[in-house]
């Protein structure tokens, strides 16, 4: 991975968070019910101790549903992550206990719906194709999961690429943080194909 | 056997090893932990005569071959990661007075290398590779590994004590209750230490 981002391409990385998340909160509120609104997303370069940090701390518990999306050169992992009590607010808003099996369930579909909205975006956007593949979903300590998506995207433990939103419902304390990974070797390529290479 | 987390006394410090730290201690009064393994490993060494412990938090199994890499911690790549965190275990059981026995009396935990993600089709498995990588590095530096919990699809904490009564490791997975993975035997230190 390049080890600095130029301003112009974080901006456009950003943006792809941006209309990502945004396609994603419109098709959210539709599948809920519920208004979502959507933070300013951010796009820095830190290293991962940081980065953990940055997303919450390593020992926090969270719930988080993980999707690969993309096709054979360029690819990135998109997830979402909720401390416990949102997760089972957002899951209460259907009525459905975050810890069944249709709790699961709920996650895997809202999973589904962000990576479908940044495909789709990210199709525009590229011009390239983004297949999106089934879900993970997981409860675990927010260290374990984002320490490993970064082995997983990356080998460079100094130069971890953070794009985030958060994602809120308006009348109910259900947030998500949306994560979106590209992986390192198709980077040069994702970002020659947003112009800004 | 008591687990070490009930004999530590209160002033026990607890000393995090981020991702990519290694550390050492040789007393019981200073506790390592390392939290959030997921396909990372928690490689603990152990000096069997002096409870001298270090545990070092392995990212990946080798460096990148393009790139800095000069500001990844000295436990982010198990290549190098495993001697560094052996020198350092006998260094601080042995002071100055370094003997070459040392070595045999070493040996090893380890925690971590869960799959986390399905992987990509075509790539082995992060987890897998991390066991793998640092197994071999254990093996060629000599030490036996004495208790291992691997692989799975959670996430661990790891808590290394040290100390000639209290060595011990304990490893904890997100709803389970922490459990005793290895604690030195008395009879073990006694043999080892005469």
Known sequence: MPEQFTELQLDALREVANTGSGHAAGDLSEMLGHSF?????????????????MLG???????????????????????????????????????????SDMGRSVLQEVGNVLACAYANVLAEMSGLTWEVHPPDVLIDMLGSIVTSL????????????????????????????????????????LLQRLGVA | MTPASHTASPETVET????????????????????????????????????????????????????????????????????????????????????TRTSSRLVAIIAGGARMFASRPGTADVGERNIAAVEGALRAAGVRIVATDVGGSHGRTM????????????????????????????????????
């Open chain 1, 37 to 53: 609104e959507i933070s300013v997303p951010r796009a820095v370069v830190t290293d991962l101790p940081q980065a953990v940090d």
């Open chain 1, 57 to 99: 701390g390593s020992d926090n518990d969270v719930s988080a549903v993980a999707i690969r999306v993309g096709g054979d050169d360029v690819e990135a992992m998109l997830v979402a992550m909720f401390t416990p009590a949102q997760a089972a607010n957002l899951c209460g808003l259907l009525g459905i206990d975050a810890d």
């Open chain 1, 150 to 189: 970064a082995a997983a995207t990356t080998r460079d433990i100094e130069h971890v690429l953070v794009i985030d939103s958060r994602l809120a419902v308006n009348d109910a304390d259900a947030e998500m943080s949306v994560l979106f990974v590209p992986y390192d070797d198709g980077i040069d390529q």
């Open chain 2, 16 to 99: 995090q090893v981020r991702i990519g730290d290694l550390r050492v201690t040789a007393t019981a009064s200073e506790r390592l932990i390392t939290v959030g393994l997921g396909s990372c490993i928690g490689v603990a060494v152990i000096d069997e005569g002096t409870g001298a412990a270090g545990l070092a938090h392995v990212f990946l199994p080798v460096a990148p071959s393009t790139g800095a890499k000069a500001g990844a911690g000295a436990g982010t790549y198990a290549e190098t990661a495993v001697p560094e965190l052996v020198r350092q275990v006998i260094a601080a059981a042995t002071g100055p007075r370094r003997t």
């Open chain 2, 159 to 194: 808590r290394v004590s040290a100390g000639t009564d209290a060595a011990a490791v304990t490893v904890r997975q997100v709803g389970s209750p922490e459990r005793e993975l290895w604690a030195m035997r008395s009879e073990t230190r006694a043999a080892r230490a005469a």
